[in-house]
């Protein structure tokens, strides 16, 4: 069975920064790309950012470009989002995702695996 971990949420003010970890654990018998969905109340749940199996792709939803950075580790099944100059728009909880595939993809349902999501205050 595949667990998907985040941790590292919290509540931060306005212009400060925040880490996001994620952790798969479980076997996983494919390549998988691993990424970040948020979702703020009232809302849609949205893409945030995404990294490919091999590093080569990264994407990100352009309200986070230039703020937001993923990355992986080296045992592919690490993937961390660092986010700085955070807004209160940046509030919701955040999800971690596994994917089906290698690549990244912006949509919700080509991701295998979710964690039960990490909640990111900012306050202003």
């Known amino acids: 069975q595949v667990q998907v971990a985040e941790s590292g949420g919290g509540s931060v003010q306005a212009g400060g920064s925040l880490s996001l970890s994620c952790t798969a654990s479980?076997?996983?018998?494919?390549?998988?790309?691993m990424g970040w969905f948020r979702q703020a109340p009232g809302k849609e749940r949205e893409f945030v950012a995404g990294?490919?199996?091999?590093?080569?792709?990264?994407e990100y939803v352009d309200s986070v470009k230039g703020r937001f950075t993923i990355s992986r580790d080296g045992a592919r099944n690490t993937v961390r989002l660092q986010m700085n100059s955070l807004t209160p728009e940046d509030t919701a909880v955040y999800f971690c995702?596994?994917?089906?595939?290698?690549?990244?993809?912006?949509?919700?349902?080509?991701?295998?695996?979710w964690g039960q999501g990490t909640q990111v205050t900012v306050s202003s």
């Open positions: 479980g076997h996983i018998s494919w390549s998988y790309s």
């Open positions: 990294i490919s199996w091999d590093d080569n792709s990264m």
């Open positions: 995702v596994v994917g089906a595939t290698a690549d990244v993809t912006k949509v919700s349902y080509t991701y295998a695996y």
